[in-house]
């Protein structure tokens, strides 16, 4: 029955290890898996570039609400210190790349502006079929220092697009952006500082003219879209932003004491759209007009300000920006003047009745008088930046989406993601954060990481001891049930001895009894049990008295107290981590503040992105010490949960060996020789 129990045992063990380790394979597995969602769900469009940041364009309620049609449109992506790590991207910016939603499609860009020592970039990327009322997200990688540029102006903007001043030139005519290449054709005055990087500065004076090319011939009711941005220097009375007159016909863009207007000349005969609330001076603006199928609406800031039923007159001349020309108007022909008294009125047929004499004079017809010259209006003054001309009607949706796209309130369409990283975790915000940490900082988190190591080896230490521990009694018991009548005969009176039980065990197994702390106790009991028997010659069965058995267990207590304190030893040390490592790591915390929030007042400068890496990094210490407490803890409520099982083991062995002593060694037990004499 022994040999049946130690085969049922052997044959359980491979078989809880092969439970433990699927359960920590299935452990393992389950934190890969958790990792694995925390991270991005969409794969990576290219892992050579190792950072990537999601951009969402909200067109929905809850951001730029915008409920008109959109279509196609170039954004206007800006960059800045607060969402963008210039330092990990190139110089030039030439890294950079736009990718559509669903991380697969590039989007055409082009970098207006991009200076990595100011932390400002300006990129327009041409963002496909923007739904109204709804959310669309690109993604922006960067971090690529093999990458070359890309940059694609023409690419940007669809085959409609006529002219595009971004006006960032210097000393040369303003480039056009589109595929049409309708440069200008005099060179401006730059306006630094400007609402998108560097605008034109007018000066009422001197104009910028825009070619007259053959993309740019407007037919008799053709269709067109004009918009800029405005920042009047003072309200002027009719000041031209725009003009372009062709004989009797004409089209001029202006601002007549802050009030934006439109007016269309077709055939002689004016028509202005009428005044709405002026704008304030010194303040940029979205103008944008709209002309299509008769009718002309003029935008501002997005929302429609006045509209005029006019159809768009034919034009094939120059256009100027900031400017008007004094041109010949053609007026309609004038009617028939009436006859003057002094010449007589003669019927048709008097030439029959003279016999078809001519008459001796005919006079001649009114000359028709020449057309007044139009006066040119005044120069508009102040800056204009972001200069677009299309010819096709850009609908409402797509106007508001510029007005709000690029303007300062671009916050409310387009918003920034953190950035994602391909490369390891320790090179991106963990490791900015690190970099942050103030020494005493890391004095806290080495003593953390001291005390961190201490506990784990303690736990594997212990767990060790423990498993060992449980093993060598469950063969101790073993061994110890088989004993029928003397309580020594596994012990040969050396604590290093023990008995094979007449090689019913193996020396592997003895061996291992050895280390039972089962076995200490139970050499103490046999050891006393001896010592009272040593001059016991007879040949009847030995007795203990009572008080010989309370001795006895007395001693037996004893061991088990020094059983305790082997299987309890170190356990203290969790208890310190436990307690003292979130204690610690706060410690650091409040430190590491206190630095922050002094240097900000010795510096005078409450800046987000100056504090934000500070208290990222004084935060350390306190995940550092949390991360000392957190395995300590767990480790420790499973370990006391072993100490527990082994020290009712030892309770169990105490009272199992001292009722076998009772009842081997009492008076009333019947001799085994006088019983095997009287059976004989």
Do not use: C
Request: no cysteine.
């Amino acid at each position: 029955m022994g040999m049946g129990l130690t085969l049922e045992r052997r044959t359980r063990r491979p078989a809880l290890r092969r439970g433990i380790a699927n359960a920590a394979t299935a452990l393992l597995f389950g934190l890969v898996v958790l990792v694995g969602s925390l991270a991005p769900a969409n794969a990576w469009w290219n892992d050579e570039w190792s950072l990537r940041k999601k951009i969402t364009i909200d067109a929905s309620a809850s951001g730029a609400n915008v409920t008109d049609p959109i279509g196609t449109t170039p954004m206007l992506v800006r960059l800045h210190v607060g969402n963008f790590r210039f330092s990990s991207a190139k110089d030039d910016g030439s890294d950079l790349r736009f990718v559509a939603g669903d991380d697969k499609t590039p989007l055409k860009h082009h970098i207006e502006k991009f200076d990595s020592l100011l932390g400002e970039g300006l990129v327009w990327v041409a963002v496909p079929n923007l739904p109204p009322g709804a959310r669309t997200d690109i993604w922006l990688y960067y971090g690529n220092k093999k990458a070359l540029a890309t940059s694609d102006p023409k690419g940007t903007y669809d085959p409609d697009t006529l002219t595009v001043y971004h006006f960032n030139e210097r000393g040369t005519p303003a480039i056009d952006s589109s595929v049409w290449a309708n440069n200008a054709q005099s060179v401006g005055q730059p306006a630094d500082g400007s609402l998108i990087g560097t605008g034109l500065r007018l000066d009422g004076r001197a104009p910028v003219t825009v070619p007259a090319s053959p993309s740019l011939t407007w037919a008799d009711g053709a269709a067109l879209t004009w918009s800029a941005w405005i920042k009047p220097a003072a309200l002027q009375p009719n000041a031209a932003l725009f003009s372009r007159r062709d004989g009797a016909n004409g089209l001029v863009i202006g601002v007549d004491n802050g009030s934006p207007f439109v007016e269309v000349t077709n055939a002689g005969s004016v028509q202005r759209s009428t005044a709405g609330a002026p704008v304030a001076a010194s303040s940029w603006h979205h103008v944008a007009v709209v002309a299509a199928n008769g009718q002309v609406t003029l935008y501002l800031d997005g929302v429609s300000y006045a509209a005029l039923s006019a159809s768009l007159p034919a034009l094939n001349t120059v256009g100027l920006i900031g400017g008007d020309s004094s041109t010949s108007s053609a007026s309609p022909i004038a009617p028939a003047t009436a006859p003057s008294a002094a010449t007589p009125s003669v019927p048709p047929d008097a030439s029959a009745a003279d016999g078809g004499a001519a008459p001796a004079a005919t006079p001649e017809p009114a000359a028709t008088p020449a057309p007044a010259p139009v006066a040119a209006m005044a120069g508009f003054v102040g800056d204009i930046d972001e200069l677009q001309i299309s010819k096709v009607a850009r609908p409402a949706g797509l106007i508001k989406v510029m007005a709000i796209g690029q303007g300062p309130d671009q916050a409310k369409l387009m918003a920034f993601s953190v950035d994602e990283e391909t490369a390891s975790w320790l090179s991106g915000y963990f490791a900015v954060i690190l970099k942050s940490v103030t020494l005493d900082g890391w004095v806290v988190i080495g003593i953390l990481l001291i005390m961190a190591a201490i506990s784990w080896v303690v736990m594997f230490d212990r767990a060790s001891y423990l498993s060992k521990q449980a093993k060598a009694n469950a063969q101790f018991m073993k061994g110890f049930r088989e004993i029928a009548a003397d309580l020594t005969m596994l012990d040969r009176g050396d604590a290093d001895d023990i008995s094979t039980l007449g090689g019913r065990l193996t020396e592997a197994d003895a061996k291992m009894m050895r280390s039972s702390s089962l076995y200490r106790i139970y050499h103490i009991g046999a050891a006393e049990i001896r010592h009272r028997f040593g001059a016991n010659n007879s040949q009847r069965a030995p007795v203990l008295s009572a008080v010989s058995i309370a001795a006895i267990r007395a001693a037996l207590d004893s061991g088990v107290v020094k059983e305790m304190q082997r299987l309890n030893r170190l356990m203290v040390v969790l208890t310190i981590a436990i307690s003292g490592g979130p204690f610690l790591g706060l410690l650091g915390t409040v430190v590491g503040v206190m630095i922050t929030f002094a240097a900000i007042a010795a510096s005078g400068d409450v800046n987000v992105n100056a504090i934000a890496p500070g208290i990222a990094a004084a935060l350390v210490a306190t995940v550092a010490g949390l991360g000392v407490a957190i395995p300590a803890l767990f480790g420790y409520n499973y370990l006391i949960s072993r100490i527990k099982d082994l020290t009712n083991d030892i309770q169990v062995f105490v009272d199992e060996f001292v009722t076998k002593m009772a009842e081997f060694y009492s008076a009333d037990r019947p001799d085994p020789i006088e019983h095997r004499i009287a059976a004989e």
